[in-house]
């Protein structure tokens, strides 16, 4: 799995046995340019109004941002599992029918920058709750890197450098929003910009259930008001898959209970833009053999698991994921028992489907917004740290009680 996979359009690959294959990668890395740092001057942070893309349970948050000028308006997702920023340009002219087209022809700053590679992605988790086929490539996007002037909670940047979306598989275009505006480790693009101006490099997220709203994302800094307590942070472990926001855990403990296998140091990648749990087949069922026996590998959707709904209202599923702090204790982060179910599959209304999905590659285990959303966090590129804190409520997922279709699902932690 490669965060920044870069490589020309003729060399496209098909499956993600060639993604992984180094003969045919062309891997360049893009750092800030220290230059910047002599022109520094302090930038303010700025909150950003966040929508919840909601179809029976939350499926992703997502923002408004303005590029060209005049300004052209647009929306993404802000992904900490990738770091790319794309919307779509006029050359997706069918797959990107439902989303905003940005239009070259209409900006006075735009520049193509592109050198003839282009970009080829493809992406393995995120919005929605069934588990991308690894070896389906459905989940891709090609594009050709512009510039232009960016805006976001009315910082703006000029001569940005963004991607504009050539093609996307069909599978993205039901969704809601544009494009993705990637938030890694490294930053880049946008938010990179902006901290060669001054602006701290650190983000915040208030991801809130649709039943809380006013979801919201700090650029730059960190909004006291939305949690109670100290926010424990935890080192980001640089030497596992670069870019990715990876936290090391002590060990995780079901209903308060433990097994050996349990109790190990495990990597988890933390990731906005992923719906809920993507962990190893292993992880996955050794978790779920300490909530119920019951629930239950489902074939028909491969990858995912699920339980009679009539039983949910009994089961206590409370997950504790422990991490050491940058201040001395170990601190947990702790899934209510209301994420347990992400709703009835389309196919079997009395079977619902649980937050985990198995993902059998050589990945690390994913923790998305069924978790996220239950606490605030800032994500500091600086200090190479991920911060919680406690929300003042703890709302939860309505899926348990809302009958919900099963929407189509695609994936924002890029391969
Ligand atoms: C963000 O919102 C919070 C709460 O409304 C407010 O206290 C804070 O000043 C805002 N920050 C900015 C940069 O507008
Ligand atoms: C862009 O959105 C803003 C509100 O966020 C609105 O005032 C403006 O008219 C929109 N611009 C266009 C071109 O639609
Ligand atoms: C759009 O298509 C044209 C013609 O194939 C190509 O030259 C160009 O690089 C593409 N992308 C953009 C953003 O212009
Ligand atoms: C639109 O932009 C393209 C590429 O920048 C240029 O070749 C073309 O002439 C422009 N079209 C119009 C109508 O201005
Ligand atoms: C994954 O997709 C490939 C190619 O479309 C297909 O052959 C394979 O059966 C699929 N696997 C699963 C588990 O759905
Ligand atoms: C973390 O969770 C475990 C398992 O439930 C529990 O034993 C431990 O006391 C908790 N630690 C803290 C600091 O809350
Ligand atoms: C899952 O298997 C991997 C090796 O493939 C091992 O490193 C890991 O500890 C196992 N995890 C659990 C929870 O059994
Ligand atoms: C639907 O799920 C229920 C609960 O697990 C199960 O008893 C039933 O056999 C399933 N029906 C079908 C058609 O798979
Ligand atoms: C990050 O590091 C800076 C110094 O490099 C320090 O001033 C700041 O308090 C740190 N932030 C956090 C949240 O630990
Ligand atoms: C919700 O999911 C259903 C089933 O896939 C889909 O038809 C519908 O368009 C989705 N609604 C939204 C708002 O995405």
Redesign the pocket.
């Known amino acids: 799995m490669h965060l920044s996979t870069w490589l020309t359009l003729s060399v496209v690959p098909a499956t993600l046995a060639q993604l992984q294959g180094p003969a045919k990668l062309t891997l360049r890395s893009r750092t800030l340019d220290n230059r910047g740092k002599l022109s520094r001057r302090a930038l303010k942070s700025a909150n950003v109004s966040l929508l919840d893309y909601f179809n029976g349970t939350d499926l992703q948050w997502y923002g408004e941002v303005q590029i060209g000028t005049p300004p052209q308006n647009f929306t993404v997702v802000f992904d900490t599992g990738s770091d790319t920023f794309e919307i779509p ?3 997706c002219t069918k797959t990107c029918s439902n989303q905003r087209i940005f239009d ?1 022809n209409k900006s006075s700053t735009y520049k ?1 920058i ?1 050198n003839g590679d282009g970009l080829y992605l493809q992406f393995a988790t995120g919005v929605g709750v069934t588990p991308v086929n690894k070896t389906d490539p459905d989940w891709i996007m090609t ?2 890197e ?1 510039s232009d002037t960016v805006s976001v909670g009315g910082l703006s940047v000029p001569n940005v450098p963004f991607y ?1 979306i ?1 093609y996307q598989s069909p599978a993205f275009s039901p969704d809601p929003m544009d494009g993705i505006m990637g938030l890694g480790t490294e930053p880049q693009s946008f938010f990179g910009s902006l901290i060669v101006q001054g602006l701290p490099a650190l983000f915040s997220f208030y991801l809130t259930p649709q039943s809380a709203g006013n979801a919201e994302l700090t650029l730059g800094g960190i909004d006291e008001s939305k949690f109670e307590g100290p926010m424990m942070f935890s080192p980001v472990q640089t030497n596992s898959f670069s870019g990715f926001w990876a936290l090391l855990s002590s060990g995780v403990a079901v209903n308060g209970k433990t097994t050996d296998a349990l109790k190990r140091p495990q990597r988890f990648i933390f990731d906005s833009g992923t719906s809920n749990l993507v962990f190893p087949k292993n992880l996955t069922e050794a978790i779920y053999a300490l909530i119920s026996p019951d629930i239950v590998a489902n074939p028909a959707v491969p990858g995912t698991y699920g339980v009679p709904c009539n039983q949910l209202s009994s089961l206590p599923a409370v997950i504790d994921f422990t991490f050491p702090s940058t201040s001395g204790p170990v601190f947990n982060l702790t899934l209510p028992s209301t994420e347990l179910s992400v709703g009835p599959f389309a196919a079997n209304k009395s079977l619902c489907q649980t937050m985990i999905n198995a993902f059998d590659i050589d990945f690390d285990p994913i923790i998305g917004g069924s978790l996220l959303k239950h606490y605030y966090s800032t994500w500091d590129a600086g200090n190479k740290t991920l911060g919680f804190g406690r929300t003042k409520s703890t709302p939860s997922n309505t899926a348990n009680c809302a009958q919900r279709t099963h929407p189509i699902s695609h994936y924002f932690t890029r391969t």
């Open positions: 340009g006029k050359n070259w193509y592109d594009m050709r512009v504009l050539d």
